[in-house]
């Protein structure tokens, strides 16, 4: 039972170029999330999906793209980066929400 | 719409003293709470938890929190810290689709 895993853990990007982290948990939950953590804002919501095939928005959107074709996987892609997209990025999940979420062990994202 | 109020960015105490830390929040519905801890370099640790029943939850590490519905509160204490309890700590609220998280009060604890 390995939880969440966040792939890759760091990655620099140039402006402009695309990539894709990596979501991927075994409990068998529904729900997943990305956030993003910036110093002082806290987490921020990105997406979240509520199962295989359904997705929506949360707090800061823009710029971020995700699709949930299976219950393990929810992958995040970034389609031409910003330097305002470098944060650290966590991937969660949950059983059911009153159980609380799940959390990966983050993505540090630079873009330069 | 919903939203998550961490007063203080940070907060000092020393080793021994009792901790509070301060959450509102607005949500439409009975909100699932949460308090998150998170230490340099670290992942998010769920400490506790509160969906219904008792509005006193009692957490990991000796932490509890109240629930206390007229004031949109959650806040977390502790009666004694320990060093190792200094990290950045979250509260969060949401329903079954998802949480949102305030903007998290760092802990500093002097010896």
């Known amino acids: 039972n390995a939880g969440v895993t966040q792939t890759p853990k760091f990655q620099v990007l140039k402006t402009g170029q695309s990539m894709t982290l990596q979501c991927a948990q075994d409990m068998n939950h529904e729900y997943m999330s990305w956030y993003r953590q910036d110093p002082g804002m806290g987490l921020r919501l990105i997406h979240y999906s509520v199962g295989a095939g359904i997705t929506d928005q949360g707090e800061v959107p823009n710029g971020y793209n995700v699709s949930r074709s299976t219950t393990e996987d929810f992958p995040l892609r970034l389609l031409s980066a910003a330097p305002s997209q470098t944060s650290v990025y966590f991937c969660?999940?949950?059983?059911?929400?009153?159980?609380?979420?799940?959390f990966g062990s983050g993505t540090r994202l630079t873009v330069v | 719409a919903q939203s998550v109020t961490q007063p203080d960015i940070h907060i000092t105490v020393s080793e021994g003293a009792s901790l509070e830390l301060r959450c509102n929040y607005s949500y439409g519905a009975t909100p699932y709470l949460f308090w998150y801890v998170q230490s340099p370099g670290q992942g998010l640790q769920l400490l506790l938890k509160y969906f219904s029943g008792d509005t006193l939850v009692q957490g990991i590490k000796g932490f509890e929190a109240e629930f206390k519905r007229s004031q949109s509160s959650f806040n977390l204490r502790k009666p004694s810290v320990h060093w190792s309890d200094a990290a950045e700590y979250f509260c969060a609220v949401g329903g079954d689709d998802k949480i949102i998280f305030g903007k998290g009060t760092r802990l500093h604890i002097l010896p």
């Open positions: 969660a999940s949950s059983y059911s929400g009153m159980g609380g979420y799940t």
